[in-house]
């Protein structure tokens, strides 16, 4: 079975400041992809990256980073420089990979993450 | 391109009542999949599609729950006799192919409430 635990349900920043995401997961999977999601205010879930088990490269894009360790099964993401517009809740996603097909997600429980000026 | 779309945004129905959920995949994606919102289960998987045929069904709550396919494309969710915990936002996703690991894009929702 697969799990993912996002134990931080509620951060508030102020802007400005860096902020990161905690998410653990639980596979038995030798493959498998890791992703997170945002999910504004407006309701839909936005992908943001993805991340197959084999590559443990920390990835930039802009003002976010992911740091995927497969030693500590933890795949966290850092904003840096926290703005407004990047309150929302964030998902963590984990999805096997070792029957080569598509599979469902599995979410974690999210964490709303609120940027104050 | 134009991304997933849904519809209903919302709807609101009886208990009882029959109620069909649509979904538009993104053109070309191979792959759908149904997810429900809801404040106490978070998010869930419901079911799959792989072209018209649904290899997983493993997440549909109840027989009260189907779903079809057709051409490919568009995916109708059906749930009989709602209840009032069926009440949640149902999200539709689709995938460019049917490999592990695909990227789900996913659509705005359908709103739920069962009265």
């Known amino acids: 079975a697969q799990k993912v635990t996002q134990a931080q349900t509620e951060i508030s920043v102020v802007e400005k400041e860096d902020v990161t995401l905690d998410c653990v997961y639980e596979t038995r999977d030798t493959t498998y992809y890791l992703f997170w999601y945002k999910q504004p205010p407006s309701g839909e879930l936005v992908f943001l990256i993805r991340?197959?088990?084999?590559?443990?490269q920390n990835e930039i894009s802009g003002r976010y980073s992911w740091n995927f360790q497969k030693s500590t099964s933890s795949f966290n993401f850092t904003i840096t420089a926290s703005q407004v517009v990047d309150s929302a809740v964030y998902f963590c996603?984990?999805?096997?990979?070792?029957?080569?097909?598509?599979?469902?997600?599995?979410f974690g429980t999210g964490t709303r993450l609120q940027v104050t000026l | 391109g134009a991304g997933v779309s849904q519809s209903p945004s919302n709807k609101v129905t009886e208990k009882g009542k029959d109620v069909e959920l649509r979904c538009d995949p993104i053109s070309g994606h191979t792959a759908l999949y149904w997810y429900r919102q809801s404040l106490g289960q978070g998010l869930e998987f419901l079911i799959y599609?792989?072209?018209?045929?649904?290899?997983?069904k493993s997440g549909l709550p109840s027989d009260r729950f189907s779903a079809e396919r057709t051409g490919g494309s568009v995916s109708t969710l059906t749930i009989q006799r709602t209840q009032q915990e069926d009440s949640a936002v149902y999200l539709c996703?689709?995938?460019?192919?049917?490999?592990?690991?695909?990227?789900?894009?996913f659509g705005p929702g359908t709103r739920l409430t069962v009265l």
């Open positions: 996603a984990l999805s096997p990979g070792d029957t080569g097909t598509a599979s469902k997600l599995t």
């Open positions: 996703a689709s995938s460019q192919n049917s490999f592990a690991g695909d990227t789900q894009y």
């Open positions: 599609f792989q072209g018209n045929s649904a290899p997983d």
């Open positions: 991340r197959n088990s084999f590559d443990e």
